[in-house]
């Protein structure tokens, strides 16, 4: 049979089988299939024959020869044996996609589990069809969710990507599993058996490699085994044929699966026999369905093939189990499949193609490289020929990297080809966009341009260093001189990177010296990137201090920066000048030795060095140079008491200069002493007065008068050295300034410092001194005879004084005489007077006593009236100054209390006499209290009166539907009527009978401890929730987003109060920060998701401040530019041309009254191209320019404006972004900044003012009309596009003259919302820490509804795991005193509200008082005893200071108290009391203040007493400071107190301007429900006329009934009102009866369904309901849960049927 034809075996084999030859492809299927099982069994027992002993390896399940087993244990072990067999399979598939992706997979055992989330399948997506599947789209693509809170929904859509790759490369869908299938792990086997099929069909296109085949290789446990058994059981799963596979994929594929089949055996007989040639024969049969194939690899083929069959057939016997029935086995089990056998041609290609490849490769040919790479085999993508150098580069590089890396010499393979291929493609593709870049550079650097240059170099396809927009001017200078240097006019890539690089460096350094930042300017000049040479470390402030006054002298002359060889040429010029110090300092330093060696000479030498710089070195002068030197550093040395000190620059020159006058001076000196000794030989009595008169001879007394002695006198001391005899010597030494000999030769009239050889003094000449002496003794005889001349009168006086003097002393004499008899005299004169003045007493003293009496009355009244005057006249002084006094006492008193403030608030340690002073701070005034009660109201009724309007907000929405309905004949009157009387009710009842639970018996607050405990823990519980808001946020995110936002609504914000005060408005806030970085880094993947998507907590941040709480923000910013537009009532901003144009046509029309010629419907081009059109365009687009700027204005400068929310919860999401994505650039971020404060927040409020209360609509009267809301939305439209930077293009090209005003306001918005972002955070806003809640005198209250309470209670319990996966959370505890959910009906109580109605029951609100079961007296926090303990301390301290001074507390508290100061401190308690009495029951004290208050001083003492000891033991308090820290704390709560009532004051105002928002918008509401009761009347009345509506009431005893109408399901069926019943077939509609009855309520039907005429069931249908089903949309719905019918068709019938319409 195998010698004979294929096709003649099918044809024989069905003939025998009783079946006719046939073309259908059904029969050739049939028929191949037999012949498939005849050849399988003639196989099967061949190869058990070859095999010699028949011995086949048993596997597991598998029954030997010598075992018996019953049938219940031979089917145990098939379950087992499938079992395993599925376990290789998984093992298989795991191993399969490991080698595919590259990454380790879970274990066999887990695979299951691991592929639920489906991001293995995503990811084996991206390997095969990465354009279908990007990585980006995989959702969790690190697992990172799926490990931390398990499955999620979006997970699926990995499972749809994986999906959409297999239907991309054509798998078809027959092996697809369901989605459910993986995600809810319903038939797993199904879809491994799906990556079985995808396995081989890749191998058919050579895109992965072959499956393996390992069953009966690997080994399970028997644990394991069992396991999977009960797992496959447990669903019920049908194991798919794994082994049909090919032949199933063959059948798929395939038109003629009868002539694929028989071409794929000849071609498996063909590779048994060995033949090559035979076997490329059988393969190129066109049945076989093979490409690629290439007739030189036929020995290729023909080993592969054979290796391939022989492991198929190998691992087919490990299969096959003895007794197991043949015909269950298929026979590909053992043959070659054709997608087998064409993934093994693809594989020998695919080895031949890489060998040619690596054999191009070696050629160093681009051409032969891109031939080998452009083989079908090889099936790279994108392989393009003007690329192949690039190609053979880059492959080139990769083999050398495998083989240095690796040491392999394998061939690269066909991923590494194709990796590098798309890398030779991005290089050749940069390398053009780089010669682009390089020509347009080199285009704009001659254009001359600036700005177009920069933004040319910052091309990124340039591939140039980073340029510097700042420096335009520069880059422009230097880039266009080295183009015009170049030599053919263009610079090339590498110059311009090495130009700008340098350059870039240049202007960072010119921006350095601009900051005076002089490390940046450092660090520039030694980056070699600069480029500058000769730049030496050492120098580096010398090449700052240059460049500073480089650029400072350069912007002088109005030079912008500084040239690279501005740069060059001051590190050059420092460079010169530091060499020159150099050489200068060491030439100083052979000066130094010169001097000290002695040698004139040498150091003549040395001071003419020229690197010294010495000015004015004379050599005639070097021995005065030598002394003077000397002279000069001993001088220094004897200074500075050094010996070893050195002259300096300066000191040196400043020597030389002194020496180089002192030479001029001497010469000048020898001249002047020449010039009189000349003079005196003359004779000439004018010329020897001039010569002695020379300032440089310096001789001193010279007088006119003298001249003709002074020629006398120096001729006879001339003649006297004369007659001494003359010795012929022509020198003469003169004693010069300064100690120095200078030596003169009369001949030649030329001086020396030296001594001449041989030196004689010449004796006739007279020298300085002898000179000196004559003339000084000339001119002192001269001036003795002047002097007596001058003093002629001076004489007489002198002798006149002397007579004097005489007379003077003989009256000295006579005096002397007198004094020295002076006591005699006294004597005599004392005797005299004693005896005259005691005759003169004795008269008196006797006057005196005769009249004594009078003498004392005289001097007391004498006293009186001075006592007296004195008092009067201070008296009078102080009433004059009375005000002035008291102002000075005023002040002085200030002073004091001001010193003391001034120490409580800033002094680290307050005395306790300045804490006394204060502390009835502490005490709560009656104004205190009142404030208090009056906020407490206040925020009761805001948070009563916001959820009010909320009710009557969406009842009126509702009532806005029904009315719609109305009009358009879908509802009927009544139901209308219903409606509006219930909002009427609700309206007038309901803020009365909100809290009507308070008073109900047996509901949550009855008096019982069963229902206080569940009161206290619902308490417990809400305060939990509302200071710790993890929780709530992490609850947000367990539910689906509209269940979240829903909840929001309705629970987070009662929970708040709205934010009614301070304490809550930051608790909210913090939960809305919380959330909102909890869904940035749970749900946002990519950045541009914030925009795009709709955040959970981002739609209720801009929800709640465009509220009650932002409107007044809004509406301040807003109102005043949205009213002037509405004001205006011209101006009609339109945009769009085509409008223009058709209102243009339209004004036409109806000024002439005739038809334009014009076409109605024309195209923006053709409106354009109209003159009026354009002209009408510009003046609108100027007009919105216009007011689009107001509109800019008034945000840009209202920062301050916007709510602290708004900007808090913008800091936060730049900052959590910032963190998420660190490489997202500012302009990234700023965008979405701006989307949530101007687009969410600003932009609906401009586009629907009347919506959000920005103007005044009245509830009757007409909106805004059509053009202001186009007005608004073309400005509105304008901002949008400027807070994005999106400019006009495309469609709106016509706006394209908008474009640069966009971009402008684009940077004030930006500025605006950076502006907007610097907030301070949370805790220093409200000045709220953890200790808040312990000293604020109110307990928080908050006001929920029964429904909230349990569907708040339900969601917790539901979600608690996920919330605190930790045991030990406090949440855990509470929850579990709460106990299960409670029902409404417990909650409310007996007779708690009499409305039957369940859903309006939920609605019923109760006040709870929140309170913190963590933070009680003997609780097991030592923490928090310790804190409450510290409290309670402080506050007794605070009783007892404030009634008993002292230095210190200790001091206070050792000295017992006086009975006044008991006295006054029981009187304050029972004011005290007194006061408590009065408060109401929300902010009474608790128990412990109020024992407090009993107790006397000394209790009091001796409580602090025991509390100190136990704080000292905790290490709260310190004993040794006196207890220092505690007055400390208190005068802390005194500063406290001060700013809580200031904030009271505050939040009282803002309550009051929120109460009477709400008041006026209760009132709007209730002006529309009138409107709307007012149109009802109306309705009704008309009705009435009508006669179609009865006002009155029906007599009693005759309802009006309606009948009922009968259908059977048939009817129906006709009408198209049911579409189908479940489980019942058409036929049998006839059977089935529906009666539809109206009830006694309007609107409502009863339904009733019989069965052949037994009753079925019943179903209740609301009219109303299916109105809103039709509103909605929906289509389609369902009765008594098996009829579908269509909702419209329904309405229709009942309509005609019971309403007439």
């Not at 010629?1157 to 002209?1175: F, G, I, N, R």
């Not at 927040?1241 to 805004?1264: Q, R």
Request: aromatic share 6%; net charge neutral.
């Amino acid at each position: 049979e195998r010698e004979g034809g294929n096709a003649e075996i099918a044809a024989e084999t069905g003939r025998e089988r009783g079946v006719q030859p046939a073309s259908h492809p059904g029969r050739q299927r049939t028929l191949a299939l037999s012949f498939v099982g005849v050849c399988s069994q003639l196989r099967m027992s061949t190869s058990e024959e070859a095999d010699g002993l028949g011995a086949v390896r048993p596997h597991y399940g598998s029954v030997l020869d010598n075992e018996r087993l019953t049938a219940e244990e031979m089917d145990e072990r098939r379950r087992q044996n499938i079992a395993y067999e599925y376990l290789c399979h998984l093992e298989e598939a795991k191993r399969w996609m490991e080698a595919c992706l590259d990454e380790e997979l879970p274990p066999t055992t887990e695979l299951e589990e691991g592929m639920r989330n489906g991001v293995y399948l995503a990811k084996l997506g991206n390997f095969f069809s990465p354009k279908v599947v990007s990585l980006k789209k995989i959702y969790d693509c690190e697992q990172t969710r799926y490990r931390a809170t398990g499955l999620h929904f979006r997970h699926t859509d990995n499972t749809i990507q994986w999906f959409n790759a297999m239907s991309n490369i054509g798998l078809p869908k027959i092996f697809y599993p369901e989605t459910t299938d993986i995600y809810d792990r319903k038939n797993m086997p199904r879809c491994i058996y799906c990556v079985h099929a995808l396995s081989l069909y890749l191998f058919k296109l050579g895109l992965a490699p072959q499956i393996q085949d390992l069953y009966g290789k690997v080994a399970f446990t028997e644990e394991e085994i069992n396991n999977m058994k009960k797992e496959l059981e447990k669903y019920g799963i049908q194991m798919p044929a794994f082994s049909k596979i090919g032949g199933i994929l063959a059948n798929e594929l395939s038109v003629d699966e009868a002539a694929l089949h028989a071409a794929v055996i000849a071609i498996n007989d063909a590779v048994e026999k060995g033949v090559p040639a035979e076997t490329l024969t059988a393969m190129k049969n066109p049945n076989a369905m093979l490409v690629n194939l290439d007739s030189a690899q036929s020995q290729q083929y023909q080993n592969t093939l054979s290796a391939a069959k022989q492991e198929k057939m190998t691992n087919a016997r490990n299969k096959g189990a003895p007794g197991s029935p043949q015909e269950e086995r298929d026979a590909y089990e053992e043959l070659l499949t054709q997608a087998e056998i064409q993934g093994n041609v693809n594989k020998v290609n695919l080895q031949n193609c890489l060998k040619n490849v690596d054999g191009a490769l070696d050629q160093g040919d681009g051409t032969v490289l891109y031939n080998a790479l452009k083989s079908p085999a090889l099936g790279l993508r994108e392989v393009g020929l003007d690329n192949c150098d690039w190609y053979l580069k880059q492959l080139s590089s990769d083999r050398q990297l495998k083989a240095q890396e690796q040491g392999s010499t394998e061939p690269l393979t066909k991923e590494e080809l194709q990796f590098g291929v798309e890398q030779g493609n991005q290089s050749a593709q940069r390398f053009r966009k780089m010669l682009e870049a390089v020509s347009r550079i080199n285009a704009a650097i001659r254009k001359g341009v600036a700005e177009d240059t920069v933004s040319e170099l910052m091309n990124h396809d340039a591939q140039l260093p980073e340029v510097h927009p700042f420096a335009a001017k520069l880059y422009q200078q230097e880039l266009s001189t080295l183009q015009q240097q170049s030599h053919q006019g263009n610079l090339t890539h590498a110059e311009l990177a090495v130009a700008v690089e340098m350059l870039s460096s240049v202007a960072m350094i010119n921006r350095a010296l601009e900051a005076g930042d002089m490390n940046g300017v450092w660090r520039k000049i030694q980056n070699p990137v600069t480029g500058l040479t000769n730049v030496d470390d050492g120098n580096g402030q010398r090449y700052v201090d240059e460049l500073m006054r480089m650029k400072a002298k350069a912007g002088a002359e109005g030079n912008d920066f500084l040239t690279w060889n501005d740069i060059q040429a001051s590190v050059d010029q420092v460079n010169v000048v530091v060499q020159e110090e150099h050489d200068r300092i060491k030439a100083i330093g052979l000066i130094n030795e010169a001097v000290d060696e002695g040698d004139s000479q040498k150091t003549l030498k040395a001071l003419l060095l020229p690197s010294a710089k010495l000015a004015d070195v004379s050599s005639p002068v070097a021995e005065h140079y030598q002394e003077t030197l000397i002279r000069t550093k001993r001088e220094k040395a004897q200074e500075t008491q050094d010996d070893s000190a050195v002259l300096w620059l300066d000191e040196i020159q400043d020597t030389i200069w002194k020496s180089n006058k002192d030479t001029q001076d001497a010469e000048k000196f020898s001249l002047g002493i020449l010039a009189i000794n000349k003079a005196v030989d003359t004779g000439e009595t004018a010329q020897i007065l001039s010569a002695l008169r020379s300032a440089d001879v310096g001789l001193y007394g010279v007088t006119s008068e003298c001249d003709d002695i002074y020629q006398q006198e120096l001729t006879e001391a001339k003649q006297v050295k004369k007659v001494e005899g003359d010795n012929g010597s022509q020198w003469v030494r003169h004693w010069v300034k300064g100690g120095y000999h200078y030596y003169y030769n009369l001949a030649t009239k030329q001086g020396s410092w030296q001594q001449p050889p041989g030196f004689i003094q010449n004796n006739t000449q007279l020298s300085k001194e002898e000179i000196q002496s004559t003339i000084s003794g000339v001119t002192a005889a001269y001036n003795r005879e002047q002097l007596w001349v001058a003093n002629e009168t001076l004489i007489t006086k002198l002798q006149a004084r002397c007579r004097g003097y005489l007379v003077r002393r003989g009256y000295s004499d006579r005096l002397n005489f007198l004094r020295k008899q002076q006591p005699a005299i006294l004597t005599i004169q004392s005797k005299w007077r004693g005896h005259k003045q005691a005759q003169a007493y004795k008269k008196r003293l006797q006057y005196l006593k005769d009249n004594a009496d009078s003498a004392v009355k005289i001097q007391s009244l004498v006293r009186m009236h001075q006592a007296k005057k004195r008092y009067q006249d201070r008296m009078k002084y102080f009433k004059d100054h009375e005000p002035d006094i008291v102002k000075i006492q005023a002040f002085i008193r200030a002073n004091k209390a001001r010193d003391d403030y001034k120490t409580l608030i800033s002094a680290e340690q307050p005395p306790m006499a300045v804490v006394r002073k204060f502390v009835h701070l502490l005490d709560q005034s009656d104004q205190d209290f009142q404030e208090e009660v009056e906020m407490m109201r206040l925020r009761e009724e805001v948070v009563t009166r916001i959820r009010s309007n909320q009710q009557l907000e969406n009842d009126l929405n509702m009532m806005d539907i029904k009315i719609g309905l109305l009009v358009k004949n879908k509802i009927t009157l009544q139901e209308v009527v219903s409606h509006s009387k219930k909002l009427t009710r609700k309206n007038k009842g309901q803020l009365s009978d909100m809290m009507q639970i308070n008073k109900q018996k047996g509901g949550l607050k009855a008096l019982s401890k069963e229902k206080r405990m569940k009161l206290e823990a619902y308490q417990n519980l809400f305060y939990l929730l509302q200071t710790n808001p993890t929780y709530l946020a992490k609850l947000i995110f367990q539910m689906p987003q509209n269940k979240s936002t829903k909840f929001m609504d309705s629970v987070i914000f009662t929970l708040y109060n709205y934010a009614s005060n301070q304490r809550e408005e930051y608790l909210l806030l913090k939960l809305f920060k919380t959330a909102l970085q909890e869904e940035i880094k749970s749900k946002v993947d990519q950045l541009h998701e914030i925009i795009t998507g709709n955040p959970t907590v981002i739609k209720m941040v801009v929800s709640f401040n465009r509220g009650a709480r932002g409107q007044n923000a809004l509406r301040q910013i807003l109102a005043p530019v949205v009213k002037e537009i509405i004001e205006e009532r011209s101006m009609n901003i339109k945009t769009d041309p085509v409008d223009i144009y058709k209102a243009w046509v339209n004004q036409m029309e109806s000024q002439t009254g005739e038809a334009s010629k014009l076409p109605y419907d024309v195209t923006p081009d053709q409106a354009l191209s109209h003159e009026e059109v354009k002209l009408r365009l510009d003046t609108s687009i100027k007009n919105m320019r216009a007011i689009t700027d107001k509109f800019l204005s008034a945000i840009v400068t209202s920062v301050d404006k916007i709510p602290y929310g708004m900007r808090l919860i913008a800091k936060v999401l730049k900052d959590s972004l910032h963190e998420k994505f660190p490489d997202a650039t500012d302009d990234e971020l700023i965008k979405i900044i701006g989307n949530l404060l101007y687009y969410r927040y600003m932009n609906p409020a401009i586009v629907a003012p009347d919506a959000f209360d920005i103007i005044d609509i009245s509830a009757g009267g007409g909106g805004l009309t059509t053009d202001q809301r186009r007005n608004l939305g073309s400005i509105a439209k304008v901002l949008q596009h400027a807070a994005s930077s999106k400019l006009f293009d495309k469609e709106n090209c016509h706006l394209g003259s908008v474009n640069d005003y966009l971009s402008q306001a684009h940077m004030k918005f930006r500025r605006f919302f950076q502006a907007a972002c610097e907030v301070p955070e949370l805790e220093d806003r409200f000045n709220v820490d953890e200790y808040s809640d312990l000293v604020t005198l109110t307990k928080p209250v908050i006001y929920i509804s029964i429904g909230e309470i349990i569907n708040t209670h339900t969601l917790f319990l539901d979600h608690q795991d996920a919330i605190a996966p930790e045991h030990n959370d406090p949440i855990h505890e509470l929850l579990e005193d709460l106990g299960e959910v409670p029902t409404i009906e417990s909650l409310i109580g007996e007779g708690g509200v009499h409305d039957p109605n369940k859903e309006q029951l939920a609605k019923t609100e109760v006040s709870l008082t929140l309170t913190n079961k963590f933070d009680v007296q003997g609780g097991e926090d030592e923490e928090m005893n310790a804190r409450t303990l510290l409290l309670n301390t402080k506050r007794l301290i605070v009783d007892v200071i404030r009634f008993q001074p002292g230095e210190t507390l200790t001091e206070i508290l050792e000295t017992p108290a006086s009975a006044e100061q008991d006295t006054d401190h029981q009187r304050a308690m029972q004011r005290r009391t007194i006061r408590d009495a009065k408060t109401p029951e929300k902010m009474k004290r608790d128990q412990v203040q109020s024992e407090e208050n009993q107790m006397s001083l000394k209790e009091k003492k001796e409580r602090i007493e025991q509390s100190l000891k136990k704080l000292a033991t905790l290490g709260k308090v310190n004993p040794q400071n006196k207890y220092q820290d505690l007055i400390n704390d208190v005068a802390k709560d005194i500063r406290n107190q001060r700013r809580y009532r200031q904030r009271r004051k505050a939040e009282l105002v803002r309550l009051q301007q929120t109460y009477s928002g709400l008041i006026s918008k209760t009132t709007f509401f209730e002006e529309q429900i009138d409107y709307y009761n007012q149109y009802i009347k109306t309705c009704m009345d008309n009705l009435a006329s009508k006669g179609k509506v009865s006002k009155k009431p029906d007599v009693k005893g005759k309802k009006s009934k309606q009948v009922s109408q009968r259908y059977t399901a048939a009817r129906l069926h006709e009408k198209g009102v049911l579409l189908e019943i479940e489980d019942l077939s058409s036929n049998q509609f006839k059977n089935v009866i529906f009666d539809i009855c109206p009830t006694e309520e309007v609107g409502d039907f009863e339904v009733k369904a019989k069965f052949m005429g037994v009753q079925m069931d019943s179903y209740m249908l609301h009219y109303q309901d299916l109105l809103q089903l039709q509103y909605e949309g929906v289509a389609v719905m369902k009765l008594f849960d098996k009829a579908k019918v269509n909702v419209n068709l329904l309405i229709f019938l009942l309509n005609k049927k019971f309403y007439g319409k």
